[in-house]
T-cell receptor, first 117, second 111 residues
Framework: NAGVTQTPKFQVLKTGQSMTLQCAQD?????MYWYRQDPGMGLRLIYY???????DKGEVPNGYNVSRLNKREFSLRLESAAPSQTSVYFC????????????????FGPGTRLTVL | QKEVEQDPGPLSVPEGAIVSLNCTYS??????FMWYRQYSRKGPELLMY????GNKEDGRFTAQVDKSSKYISLFIRDSQPSDSATYLC???????????FGAGTRLFVKA
């Protein structure tokens, strides 16, 4: 079991460039999440997906789009990167589903360190 | 005001010390309280999970929740250098998918 995997591990972009962060989980989890982690701010939810085919905005969705490609994969896209999007991005997954949200242990990937110049 | 407040530290203690990590929160709807541990350049991993008020013990770790004061704590007994990490508190209400995380407290345990 690889758990949650993320690619790439590191990325440097110029302002205005686009890129997609990939995430996959092999735990058959229903829900998947994208967070960003900045110093002093903790983890902030960007988008989440409660099931295949559904996505919802989190706390800081502006400038991002997501796709739940199938149950395993959840990608995060930056269409036009800005320096304010320099951060460490974490993908997570959990068993939570509609009607079963109480137990929500989230399993995190290793993160992607993104720098936007 | 943030929904969850956590002192970022850093907190430096000698090996064997008792460590106390704390968070306060403002949303009385929170029912589930978690502590995640994050080693440097790694993703967070769940350490402790508590529902509503009370204490929960797991080895050297004890989690306490005081809902009347909106205050949660994590105690680490006989701290070890391997406990050096950032500890994030996290909370969620019944139902819904959003977990709110604290900023994390960075802990150093010196040998």
């Amino acid at each position: 079991n690889a758990g949650v995997t993320q690619t790439p591990k590191f990325q440097v972009l110029k302002t205005g460039q686009s890129m997609t962060l990939q995430c996959a989980q092999d735990m058959n989890h229903n829900s998947m999440y994208w967070y960003r982690q900045d110093p002093g701010m903790g983890l902030r939810l960007i988008y989440y997906s409660a099931s295949e085919g559904t996505t919802d905005k989190g706390e800081v969705p502006n400038g991002y789009n997501v796709s739940r490609l199938n149950k395993r994969e959840f990608s995060l896209r930056l269409e036009s990167a800005a320096p304010s999007q320099t951060s460490v991005y974490f993908c997570a997954s959990s068993e939570a589903s509609e009607g079963k949200q109480r137990t929500d242990t989230q399993y995190f990937g290793p993160g992607t360190r993104l720098t936007v110049l | 005001q943030k929904e969850v407040e956590q002192d970022p530290g850093p907190l430096s203690v000698p090996e064997g010390a008792i460590v106390s990590l704390n968070c306060t929160y403002s949303n009385s709807a929170f029912q589930y309280f978690m502590w995640y541990r994050q080693y440097s350049r790694k993703g967070p991993e769940l350490l402790m999970y508590t529902y509503s008020s009370g204490n929960k013990e797991d080895g050297r770790f004890t989690a306490q929740v005081d809902k009347s004061s909106k205050y949660i704590s994590l105690f680490i007994r006989d701290s070890q250098p391997s406990d050096s990490a950032t500890y994030l508190c996290a909370m969620k209400s019944t139902g819904g998918f959003k977990t709110i995380f604290g900023a994390g407290t960075r802990l150093f345990v010196k040998a």
